[in-house]
């Protein structure tokens, strides 16, 4: 089984700040997918394919990474994305998720 | 649209069995895996496995197998995961995701399981 790290585990962000937060595999991968949620949600898809961002994701989220070290990074922290943020990958057949990286707005 | 909608929250004994339901519209139900997903607190998220609507076909996450059995009403278009022998440890939300290659684009609202005399 391929074990995801995220790192941090939480962390507190201003409004403006830029923010990334890293997921490392413990073998390599050949895509990252991100997932957003917020209590009482279910994950929304976010970043596909290691960079795309999924339909109505703003753009300051980007995407980024190969092999076993992937991250998502949001320009200008704003309010709204205030929420955990999940890496996961599927390199068949282990498909597995990061334990979540709960990002919260100062 | 795509929808997937989830049974409501269960309550169960330990010991019993319980049988989830998913049920898809807005697309061709035969044309993408449907997978299950387990959320809880501790553990947070963690691959059940996937079934083929079209063909009945499963996968199974090891941890998984025996305690998970995935099927499907292609009459209805809705998936169904029964879990049997349930402890505590199986209180959780669980959601059904329609697969996109190697990630999940939709999501059920998922449903909550108690275990619990």
């Known amino acids: 089984e391929i074990v995801l790290t995220q790192s941090p585990t939480t962390m507190t962000a201003s409004p403006g700040e830029k923010v990334t937060i890293t997921c490392r595999a413990s073998s390599s991968v050949s895509y990252m997918h991100w997932y957003q949620q917020k209590p009482g949600a279910s994950p929304k898809p976010w970043i596909y394919?290691?960079?795309k961002l999924a339909s109505g994701v703003p753009d300051r989220f980007s995407g980024s990474g190969s092999g076993t070290s992937y991250s998502l990074t949001i320009n200008n922290m704003e309010a709204e994305d205030a929420a955990t943020y999940y890496c996961q990958q599927w390199n068949y057949p282990s498909l597995t998720f990061g334990s979540g990286t709960k990002l919260e707005i100062k | 649209q795509v929808q997937l909608q989830q049974s409501g929250a269960e309550l169960v004994k330990p010991g019993t069995s319980v049988k989830l339901s998913c049920k898809a519209s807005g697309y061709t139900f035969t044309s993408n895996h449907m997978n299950w997903i387990k959320q809880t607190t501790g553990q947070g998220l963690e691959w059940i496995g996937i079934i083929n609507p079209g063909s009945g076909g499963t996968s199974y996450n090891v941890k998984f197998k025996g305690k998970a059995t995935l099927t499907v009403d292609k009459s209805s278009s809705t998936a169904f995961m029964q879990l049997s022998s349930l402890t505590p440890e199986d209180s959780a939300v669980y959601y059904c995701?329609?697969?996109?290659?190697?990630?999940?684009?939709?999501w059920g609202q998922g449903t909550l399981v108690t275990v619990s005399s």
């Open positions: 394919e290691t960079s």
């Open positions: 995701a329609r697969r996109e290659l190697t990630w999940f684009a939709y």
